[in-house]
C-alpha cells in the first residue's frame, strides 16, 4: 500500500514539473513572440524614417535646383538689363554725335550764306559804282583783281573780277576773270556759287583753256 502511494505522488510530482515547464516555455515563446513584433515595427519604423528621409532629401535637391534655376535665370535678367541698357546709351551717344554734325552743318550753312550776302552786297556795290574810262582805268581794274587773287584775297578779288566784267562785258579777259571768280568762291567753300562760274565759263567759252580747267573744278565739286 504504502509502495503505491510512493508511485503514485512521484507520477503526481513528475506531472507538476512538466506543467511548469511547459508553462515556462509557452511564457518563453510568447516573450519571444513579443519582442519579434516589437523588432518588426521598430524594423517597419526604421524603414519608413528611411524613405521619409529620402523623401526629405529629394525634395531639397528639387528645391536646391529651383533656387539654381532661379539664380540662372536671375543672372540672365540682369545680363540682358545690361545690354539694354548699353544699347539705350549707344543710341543716345549716336544721336548726340548726329545732333553734334547736324549743328555744325547748320552752322557752315550759316557762314557760307552770310558769305554769299556779303558777296552779293559788295556786287551790288561795285555795279552801283561809276564806271572809269578809258583803257587804262580797264586795265588798272583787271590788274588790281591780278593782285588781290594772286595775294589771296579772295572776296577783294571777286570784286575786282566783277567790276571788270560789268565793265568789259565782250572783253578778251572776261573768260578768265570768270574762272577767276570761281576759283575764288571754291577757295572761300562756297562751292555753289563757284559751280555757277565755271558753268558759265564752259557754257559761253566751250572752246577756251579756261572752260577745259572748268570742267576740271567742276569733277572736283561733285
Not at 557762314?111 to 564806271?131: G, K, W
Request: net charge positive; aromatic share 4%; with cysteine.
Amino acid at each position: 500500500m504504502r509502495l503505491k502511494l510512493s508511485v503514485c505522488a512521484c507520477m503526481a510530482l513528475m506531472m507538476t514539473g512538466c506543467l511548469l515547464q511547459t508553462r515556462a516555455d509557452l511564457k518563453e515563446a510568447q516573450e519571444k513572440q513579443v519582442l519579434q513584433s516589437q523588432m518588426t515595427n521598430l524594423q517597419k519604423s526604421t524603414a519608413d524614417a528611411a524613405a521619409q528621409d529620402q523623401d526629405i532629401q529629394d525634395e531639397i535637391r528639387q528645391l536646391n535646383g529651383r533656387v539654381e534655376t532661379l539664380e540662372s535665370q536671375s543672372g540672365s535678367l540682369n545680363q540682358q538689363h545690361v545690354s539694354a541698357e548699353q544699347d539705350l546709351q549707344k543710341k543716345i551717344n549716336d544721336l548726340a554725335t548726329k545732333q553734334s554734325m547736324l549743328t555744325d552743318s547748320v552752322s557752315k550753312q550759316e557762314q557760307e550764306i552770310q558769305q554769299l550776302a556779303q558777296a552779293v552786297t559788295s556786287l551790288q556795290q561795285v555795279r552801283a559804282m561809276p564806271a572809269p574810262s578809258g583803257k587804262g582805268a580797264k586795265k588798272g581794274v583787271l590788274a588790281a583783281a591780278q593782285q588781290d587773287y594772286d595775294n589771296k584775297n579772295w572776296k577783294k578779288a571777286i570784286l575786282e573780277f566783277a567790276k571788270y566784267r560789268d565793265q568789259n562785258p565782250k572783253g578778251k579777259h572776261y573768260a578768265a576773270a570768270t574762272y577767276k571768280m570761281a576759283i575764288c568762291f571754291q577757295e572761300l567753300g562756297m562751292k555753289q556759287e563757284a559751280r555757277s562760274f565755271f558753268d558759265e565759263v564752259v557754257a559761253k567759252y566751250p572752246g577756251s583753256s579756261q572752260a577745259k580747267k572748268a570742267k576740271f573744278r567742276l569733277k572736283q565739286l561733285k
